[in-house]
């Protein structure tokens, strides 16, 4: 009877053991699926900086096979050093380190490395997380923001001067014009006067629309509305 016990014993931890081990590999399965799957590039790195894993879109991002990628260090070909850099956390002693983001110019696009640390069961560093960020489209929208903001700008302080401009320009073939019409309706000026103030009505009349024509042309020419 001890000895089926025993026997039946055995049997029931072999199977928990089997189905412990089925649960292990089904939850990795899941973990590896879930991140083949991610578009984000991602790459588990060791202490040697040699690559451990790496997902679909990190192999299509480098142009390399696992079987290329996984005899070349993570610094040459992530964060584009012939050393490690002395800010990677696989660089650095300690284990009170924290995730860390760098930008890596490749190929004529920038990207951001993120690297998250991985510790075992004593805090020490066994493994990075890093993955990497396409930012190049991002900076170009950015540049032409602020190229379009400061062409807003320029053209918003060329049409305040140009109106600020017109204005004071406007105002002395105006005023010639206003003040020589009340001088005419004195009916005491001669018809000698009356003639002069008339040339200058037309003087400044004439003067007034030139101003507004070539006006119109440098509103039509610099599109200000």
Known sequence: IHTVRSIANLFLLARER???VEKIAETTLLQKQIVDNISIPIAIIDTEFRFQTANPSLLQQLGKSWDELRTQKCHEMLCRQEQ????????????????????????????IVNTQPIYDRNNKIRYAL????????????????????DQALA??????????????????????VIGFSELLQDDDIS???QLD??????CAGSALLDLINDG???VQKKGIN
């Not at 660089?91 to 696009?109: F, Q, T, W």
């Open 197 to 202: 103030y008339l040339r200058s009505i037309n």
């Open 18 to 20: 089997a189905l412990q």
């Open 191 to 193: 018809r000698e006067e």
């Open 84 to 111: 490690p850099p002395p800010w990677c956390c696989l660089a650095r002693e300690g284990a009170d380190l924290k995730p860390h983001s760098r930008m890596v110019n490749k190929d004529g696009r920038s990207y």
């Open 155 to 176: 053209a918003d302080r060329a049409k305040s001067y140009f109106f600020a401009t017109m204005s004071h320009e406007l105002r002395t073939p105006l005023n010639a």
């Open 130 to 149: 890093k993955s990497i960020i396409d930012i190049t489209e991002s900076n170009r929208q950015k540049v032409e923001l602020q190229k379009a903001l």
């Open 216 to 218: 119109l042309k440098k």
